[in-house]
């Protein structure tokens, strides 16, 4: 369907813990302004799939191409330079410091003496924060005193803040309210126009339907298959996730 | 009267905890000042207290970030020995063969070789811990044998003596000061850069247009951070150098001494290294990347590693620099002593734990300051102090000091769920 050339291709991805295979023989790719949705119950290992593209975990076998060049993924720095960034179901906050702290962690601005410059993130956190949640205001306080909504919010500017090319989320609305939910929707499609390419791990289908472009569903580690989500119906991936039965009469990769 | 003075606390920019432990040292400063008619509260107590928390202290900020990381190093005080050990013997009986006795490069060397052997050791124990993930309490209880061991392998059981006269300036005593004018010199240096630095912050932070705290509120702070500093080399340079030394010293410099001649001490070189080691420590801890990720690897390693950062390396910078000061602590104590034995550091890792802990220092990671570490030293060298001089034993001193930390700990726990942080 798509002649470009993917922002991600992942090839065969393998990878077991102690015996268990927990991703076997999976391929995904994802293209500009493109939202793939990765479905799968608890245990699928939709979200060890994800990690290998975030660096977390380092693959036992298969291959990663960014803008079909083969890409080496050994950490979260070396994902960081291909532009990946992460949003995690955890959102690895540190909880002990603020906002711009965890917003910069890893890359701080420092002055010119090579000492972090606090004054000049902070300056910076509020900016996007006036972008993505303008009611935020505890910019002082450690990341523990924050509510649920406000944490995602923090960890949400950290990976659009950076100049993301790839966005992981995973499960983003997973402890949202109904209007934090909203507005990870808008933020999405705000991404998708700007020809970000972004997984979306869920396992709320209408979630994936409203979202997405297309669902990659997996199962027991496997890849049950990839399907236009405007092909398909709910039930058609309901059957998918929980049978692993291809929906007949649709194109499925 | 009490959202009066809390918020005047607010307005100020003050830290509660910092207030609390200040107070905590004042009434311990009082209660035993009126036991011993005052003598506690003498500049000659003040003196001795503040040299004698020194090598202490200077471990102390190092524990945070060990704690901070959610470790334990538990082999410092045998450390302190080992390395205390190994430099008194090379200048005793290495260093002179090769230089001559009395060598005006012997303390240097001593002095250097002292923190790269903490270093070193320091940075090899990070090393097992971080990268063949060993827990830190085994590997620095490990430590604690293997060091006293290797310390008495070193000259045989045998006390090193005397140390180099240079490198003994490093321990404090009559000689080991600033002298009265260089201390006063010292004060005023440093009140005026402690103004700057207020100075300086508070336009940076004006600049980006972020609120302020009020100008007197500022300028009430400039004053009491000048006038603490003022006050301490005040104290400092009230006390005299007694008869005796006054003698050695002023025939060392060819004056002639006479009755009712008076020289002060100032501020003790010992607690002139603990302030730098301090504010060092505490640029690290606020102002640097490596600090950075010492508190969000405490906070959460999890989030930290998937941040991109290495963990297992931060492991052994930690633990590297926690070597390198208690190769400085280990400078102060055997030149305060003038002598090494076996017995050099025994139970320091405790003393360092518990002030690092009574500063605010959290065990479960994450938290602790550094001026809370070297208050928490100070309270825990007044406390024992203060016992001596009124004439408690020494079984009850151990009592005292134990039940003052395990209380410390939990009003620092009770304060930190009332305030949610």
Redesign the interface.
């Known amino acids: 369907m798509n002649t470009q050339t993917p922002l991600v291709e992942m090839r065969d991805m393998q990878i077991s813990f102690g015996g268990i295979k927990a991703v076997d023989h999976v391929s995904v790719d994802l293209y500009p302004g493109e939202v793939v949705g990765l479905l799968g119950h608890n245990g699928a290992g939709k979200s060890t799939l994800i990690k290998i593209l975030?660096?977390?975990y380092a693959a036992d076998g298969g291959e990663i191409y960014v803008n079909g060049e083969r890409a080496e993924i050994h950490?979260?720095?070396d994902a960081?330079k291909y532009n990946i960034e992460?949003i995690?179901q955890?959102?690895?906050?540190?909880?002990?410091?603020d906002a711009a702290?965890n917003l910069f962690?890893?890359?701080?601005l420092?002055t010119s003496f090579?000492?972090?410059d606090d004054?000049?993130m902070?300056?910076e956190c509020r900016k996007i924060m006036g972008r993505l949640n303008p009611n935020f205001q505890k910019f002082a306080e450690?990341v523990?005193?924050l509510s649920g909504g406000q944490r995602q919010s923090v960890a949400i500017a950290r990976a659009v803040y950076f100049d993301a090319k790839i966005l992981i989320m995973d499960e983003p609305t997973a402890a949202l309210g109904p209007h934090e939910t909203q507005m990870v929707s808008e933020l999405i499609q705000q991404l998708k126009s700007e020809g970000i390419g972004i997984f979306l791990i869920s396992h709320d289908i209408h979630d994936v339907l409203e979202l997405c472009d297309r669902a990659s569903v997996m199962k027991n580690g496997e890849l049950v298959g990839t399907v236009d989500v405007k092909d398909v119906t709910d039930d058609d991936l309901l059957g998918m996730i929980i049978l692993g039965k291809k929906p007949e009469g649709v194109e499925v990769s | 009267m009490q959202t009066q003075a809390k918020s005047l606390i607010d307005k100020l920019g003050l830290d509660v905890r910092l207030l609390g432990m200040i107070g905590a040292l004042v009434v311990i400063w009082v209660v035993f000042g009126v036991f011993t008619d005052g003598r506690f509260l003498s500049p000659r107590n003040f003196f001795n207290v503040s040299v004698q928390s020194a090598s202490v202290a200077v471990m102390a900020t190092g524990m945070v970030f060990v704690i901070v990381t959610r470790n334990i190093d538990l082999s410092v005080g045998s450390l302190l020995g080992f390395i205390g050990m190994a430099t008194a013997a090379l200048q005793v009986q290495v260093l002179p063969d090769f230089l001559g006795l009395g060598h005006w490069s012997i303390w240097i060397i001593a002095a250097l070789f002292a923190i790269a052997m903490g270093a070193t050791i320091g940075a090899f124990q990070g090393w097992i811990i971080g990268y063949l993930t060993v827990p830190a309490f085994i590997v620095t209880l490990g430590g604690f044998l293997v060091y006293r061991g290797a310390m008495w392998w070193v000259t045989q059981g045998q006390t090193q003596a005397p140390l180099d006269p240079t490198f003994r300036l490093l321990g404090g005593g009559a000689e080991g000061t600033l002298g009265e004018t260089v201390s006063w010199a010292f004060g005023l240096f440093a009140s005026v850069a402690a103004v700057a630095m207020m100075l300086l912050s508070r336009r940076?932070?004006a600049?980006?247009?972020?609120t302020v705290k009020p100008a007197w509120a500022e300028g009430i702070l400039m004053a009491i951070a000048a006038g603490l500093i003022m006050c301490f080399v005040w104290i400092m340079n009230s006390y005299p150098i007694p008869k005796g030394a006054m003698k050695r010293m002023t025939k060392a410099q060819g004056i002639e001494y006479t009755d009712g001649m008076v020289w002060n001490h100032g501020v003790a070189i010992p607690v002139l290294i603990l302030l730098v080691v301090a504010i060092v420590m505490t640029?690290i801890a606020r102002?640097?990347?490596f600090g950075?990720?010492v508190?969000?690897?405490?906070?959460?390693p999890?989030?930290?590693?998937?941040?991109?950062?290495n963990t297992r390396l931060l492991t052994v910078k930690v633990f590297a620099l926690m070597g390198a000061l208690t190769g400085i602590a280990s400078i102060i104590a055997s030149a305060r002593l003038n002598a090494v034995d076996v017995g050099l550091g025994t139970l320091d890792e405790l003393r360092v734990i518990a002030a690092a802990v009574i500063g605010g220092t959290a065990l479960s990671g994450?938290?602790g300051t550094i001026y809370g570490a070297v208050i928490g030293a100070l309270i825990m060298q007044s406390l024992q102090s203060g016992m001596a001089s009124v004439g408690v034993d020494a079984p009850l001193q151990n009592i005292v000091v134990g039940i003052v930390l395990v209380f410390a700990v939990w009003v620092d726990i009770v304060y930190r769920r009332r305030t949610?942080?």
């Open positions: 975030s660096g977390a950490n979260p720095r960081r992460t995690y955890t959102l690895a906050l540190a909880d002990n410091l702290s962690l890893g890359r701080e420092v090579g000492t972090v004054d000049a902070e300056a450690p523990s005193a | 940076r932070k600049s980006h247009g972020f640029i102002r640097t990347r950075r990720y508190y969000a690897t405490g906070g959460n999890e989030a930290a590693e998937l941040s991109g950062i994450g938290a949610g942080a």
